[in-house]
């Protein structure tokens, strides 16, 4: 009985495995089908990008971010405002670390620049500091403080003030006792005016010179020792939106660029005409005068002062 009922039971359960492993493989198929159906829809569709909550909260957006930039040139230890700063939209590829965001603008109101800010350089927290300075003036290493004497006129009528920016002009008489103007150095800071670190009431056009001190380095500290003894130094103010880069126009001037080529070569001609020339200052004005002696006559003094 054993023999006769067992071998129906053997091939019932071969079946039933048969029938497990074909319902097996069919669910693997059918599941891979959806998952390559699944891939296809999403290459064809791609997602829309999502900015993360960190770069909403940051207010960068996809169209860019809003960041202060400065208006002009701002000295290192100068107390900023907001309107020297306007608002220009960036990419989040050009946004350096640490940039001040437009809405932020209030914050920078009374803090003071750590380091020179450029006109047009994106203003950014490590340009910023809250301390305050205990000196009327910081000289940074490397740096000298060379003084010259200007008057009203050369002060251009009190708008160079402590903390602007200045061109040195050196004017002298070349080998040829012909004048030149050149400048000697470009872009110096001013440090004080009169010993004041402060800016001063505006100086009547008639009063005296007074001493105006520079931050140079040293080489220009030299120049400028050497300079004042061989001529005329004079200072010219620098745009506070120019920056230390811009040279405008640093070449020498003579006569030439006022009188023009030609006239400057009949003068030249006409004095050729003299047997001598003697240049000497007036004891009583100081001002510079020339006597000629004509090829056929005695010692005269020249129409034109030197």
Known sequence: MATRFGAP???HAYHAKVRWLVSTLAVLILLLSSSLVYLAASEQ??????????????????????????????????????????????????????????????????????RMILAGNILTYGDLTNEKKLAAFDLP????????????????????TPGARADVIFSYKDQNNEGVATTLVPFVKVISINGSTQPVEQMPLHSAPVPVSLQVIE???????????????????????????????????DFT???????????????ELYRGKLIMSDPQTGQIITYVLPANGDWKRSGNPS
């Open 45 to 114: 569709e791609p997602e829309p990008p999502v900015v993360s909550t960190a770069a909403n909260a940051q207010g960068i957006s996809a169209q860019g971010v809003d960041v202060l930039i400065a208006t002009q040139r701002i000295e290192s230890g100068a107390e900023c405002s907001t309107d020297q700063f306007t608002v220009q939209t960036l990419s989040t590829e050009q946004l350096p670390a640490g940039a001040v965001l437009a809405r932020d603008r209030g914050t920078v109101h009374g803090m003071r620049a750590q």
């Open 9 to 11: 039971s053997a091939v």
């Open 219 to 253: 080489k220009d500290a030299k120049r400028i020792e050497l300079a004042r003894n061989l001529g005329k130094l004079s200072l010219l103010l620098v745009s506070n939106i120019e920056n230390p880069s811009v040279r405008v126009d640093g070449d020498p001037v």
């Open 141 to 160: 290493p490397g740096f000298r403080v060379a003084t010259i004497l200007a008057d009203a006129r050369e002060l251009s009528g009190g708008l160079i």
């Open 257 to 271: 660029a006022i009188f023009g080529a030609k006239k400057v070569a009949e003068a030249k001609e006409k004095e």
